[in-house]
């Protein structure tokens, strides 16, 4: 049986960036049943693989080196949100603002390939964010979630450093993500 690795296609940002996201949500740090992602995992996800095959993701990378043509561009972080609502969020995220659509440019054009490949494709219409926490199912303290929500992450414009296809392991203290594939598009954050 073909060994499986859990992956994900993802937008990575410069550590001066993700330590201003990681500032941010000091204020939110300090809650029971609130998990807050390490700066060095803030990333945007393109695509969230799952458990695939070694040999499609040697086919991915392949891909990625030979096709996907990618450049710097700049983004706007702004905001915040939660899915699947801020009332009883799962997941709190930090919206993206990617004027020239290049985001979404560069998922269209993986999805083309995963049909070749017959990867699933998503079902739901692709959102690019941030995630930043997650709320435990036992957390009851929305008084003070209401508080961070009603306080926006400010506008912030930066260039993403790098897109990295990842393995994700999973494990009890939390995600280890490892490098499979990278392609660096800025030298600078800004």
Partial sequence: MDKLKRTFLSIDFFPEIT?????????IKVLKGIKIVPP????ITVK????????????L????????????????????GAFPHQKNPKVIWIGIH???GEIKRIFLECEKFHEELK???DTRPFSPHLTIARVKP???DYSILNDFFSQPFPALETKPKSIILYESELRKDGPVYTPLWEKKLADISR
């Fill in 119 to 121: 990867i699933p494709l």
């Fill in 98 to 100: 990617d004027e020239k």
């Fill in 48 to 59: 969230f693989y799952g458990d695939i095959r070694i040999n499609i993701i040697d086919n």
């Fill in 40 to 43: 060095e995992q803030i990333h």
């Fill in 138 to 140: 036992y957390f009851y």
């Fill in 61 to 80: 990378i392949l891909y990625f080196e030979k096709q996907l043509i990618i450049n710097s561009f700049p983004i706007f972080l702004k905001g915040i």
């Fill in 19 to 27: 330590e201003i996201i990681s500032s941010y949500c000091k204020k």
